[in-house]
């Protein structure tokens, strides 16, 4: 039996966290896995993600250092102090593949490896690089921390934009491992539904990168147009900007994050995801799986979600791209025939078997397993 542990940010809402316990739910008998978390997270959607590891039977490991929005300063924290517990863990298990996702779990591993060198004599490191943009705020370390995957030949891409810009920033072209996504079979009903409307979802972290600044002014300039309804789930450090921009508007309603947030997609008309940019962006495609269209920003880790030919689409968040979209567009698409699109482009590209199996292959012939 191989074990493997996936190292990730924290027990909460995110596509890297989804993407590690979507590996570990395969039911391959060579494998063990176990999920271990960085940063302590403490939220409803946390009791729902340690129900959902113990419902499948998968090991974890909750973390020490809580979840404080303050600047990274306690995840960075978290993540240099890891290797003083974690080593038990180690230990105890000894893993033969240590699978790390996102920047602080980067870190974390990296800090490990570095306080325990000779732990890798015996273990692989397999690093998912899960977005276009690094380091943002820690580029000396950032480097610092690429060489040690690189020399390791740790890396791993979810996208060809991925990979693109990897090579242009870091001069390594990694493998592609594209995202693979289980179709929901269980749906449920969204009890914000705006009867009448054409109801747009929004959902993600309210942070820089998800574009929050353009979905205020997206609804801002649409609140008198009596044809939308916004529905936008999520929390983050841009949750003051979001409330005091569109809080007291008619046209929309805020709400914290969801647990199995892809059984409701399907209620939604469509999809909003006005992002900066991304490395693969999951949530457009589960809703494409869903038959629900997405209008996206043509961004590096959104356009490869959705085939090249896509009409919902702005190029720059350009804000006039949008109104045209909403005023033009939209009022005339056929949505079920978009939604149809988008759902035979996702079916062929974004497998989940495919995605556990190609991870696997890698774990398994590892020098180490």
Known sequence: MKRVFHIISHFDVGGAERVALNIAKSRNP???YHIVEVVRAN???????????????????????????FHYVFERLAALT????????????????????????????????RLFPRL??????????HNTVLWVGMKRLGKRIED?????????AISSSVQQSYQQMYGEQP???????????????????????????????????KGIRHLIEIIQRLKNDSRYFFHVVGDGRLKGNLIRGIGHLDNVEVRPPVFGLSAFLHCFDYLLMPSEHEGLALLPI???????PTIINNCLGLKDTLPDDWPLKVEENDMKGYMHLF??????????????????????HFSLEGMQQAYERLYLFSPHC
């Open 286 to 292: 589960e809703a494409s799986f869903a038959g629900v």
């Open 120 to 129: 890798l004599r015996g273990c692989t490191i397999v690093r998912t690089i």
């Open 175 to 209: 493998p592609i491992i594209y995202n693979g996504i289980e179709p929901v079979v269980e749906q449920k009903t969204y009890d914000g539904l705006r009867p009448g409307k054409v109801n747009i979802f929004f959902a993600g972290r309210f942070e820089e990168q």
């Open 148 to 156: 040690f995957m690189q020399a390791h030949r740790a890396n791993v």
């Open 82 to 113: 890891f290797p003083l517990w974690f080593i038990f863990i180690f230990k105890k298990y000894h893993p033969q593949v240590i699978h790390c996702h996102t920047d602080i779990p980067d870190l974390a591993t990296y800090c490990f490896f």
């Open 30 to 32: 060579e494998i063990e």
């Open 327 to 348: 005023n033009e567009v939209i009022p005339h698409a056929n949505r079920e025939e978009l939604g149809r699109k988008a759902q035979d482009f996702v079916t062929v």
């Open 43 to 69: 939220t409803p959607f946390t009791a729902s993600f340690v129900s959902e590891l113990q419902n499948m039977g998968i090991a974890y490991h909750r973390a020490y250092i809580p979840q404080i929005s």
